[in-house]
């Protein structure tokens, strides 16, 4: 079994160590990790902008790269819905490439929960945390439950921090709330994407939490520039640097 490491682009440009916690995860837990040095953008950009058009080759190009491998995981609620989720309309419903790309991709925490069914890790992480849930992995991928669904879930990224020695959890009063990131929705709605980040940022340093964690390292990137420029006291990190054992930031 070979797994494909799908990095989103604005991880490997600005959060190279979100992906190089998650290969370092990975093959700690015996995978054999390749990663398709072709790879580019899943498209998720020009899809929300409505470019149609421009999308379907870059979405051709996904399934060409990663249709070879057993199993893709990416670290990105986002960019796996945007594969498992929206990719229908760019191919034939009998594409048998496609359909294995699209059966075979998981978000880093729905593979180490369902597939792997990790259920140890030697990592401490003496810190208090705050999860911050993304909207894709919540109402798309179902990682866990969301208010307005009254369907219980596991929430399958605490499940995982829950295996990490010396964590203590914070709990936000609005745990499902949307950070208002949104992707081109914070271009072309920046008053109201700041307003709702805001808002986010405050219910998480209510609780007294030295870092807000995600499994969607785009929210992170929408609330630590809200939280640098305002002086927040708290961090920001991906869910897969601390299950790879990564320290708190300075």
């Known amino acids: ?147 307005e669904n009254m369907t219980p879930r596991v929430d399958k990224v605490r499940s995982l921090l829950s295996l990490i020695q010396d964590i203590e959890f914070c709990e936000p009063e609005r745990s499902d709330e949307c950070c208002g990131f949104g992707g081109t929705f914070a271009v072309n709605e920046p008053e109201v994407s700041a307003s709702m980040g805001r808002d986010r940022v405050a219910d998480h340093v209510r609780t007294g939490s030295e870092v807000l964690v995600s499994g969607d390292m785009s929210c992170l990137m929408h609330l630590q520039g809200l939280i640098r420029r305002e002086n927040n006291p708290i961090k920001v990190m991906h869910a897969a640097q601390i299950l790879a054992g990564r320290p708190l930031p300075a």
């Not at 990663?35 to 149609?52: D, I």
């Not at 379907?56 to 498992?84: E, K, L, W």
Request: glycine share 4%; proline share 5%.
């Open 1 to 147: 079994m070979t797994t494909a490491l799908f990095v989103p682009c604005y991880v490997d440009q600005f959060y190279p160590d979100v992906a190089i916690s998650t290969l370092e995860l990975l093959e700690r837990l015996g995978e054999d990790v390749v990663f398709p040095s072709t790879q580019t953008c899943c498209g998720q950009p020009m899809a929300n902008t409505g470019c149609v058009s421009d999308t379907a080759p870059v979405a051709r190009q996904m399934v060409d790269i990663f249709a070879d491998y057993d199993t893709i995981v990416c670290p990105s609620g986002s960019c796996t819905t945007m594969v498992r989720h929206h990719y229908d309309a760019f191919f034939a419903p009998d594409d048998a490439a496609y359909q294995k790309v699209k059966s075979r991709t998981f978000e880093l925490c729905e593979y180490l929960h369902d597939e792997l069914k990790l259920d140890h890790l030697d990592v401490r992480f003496p810190h208090r945390v705050s999860l911050h849930q993304s909207c894709h992995g919540l109402r798309e991928l179902r990682l866990a439950s969301s208010s």
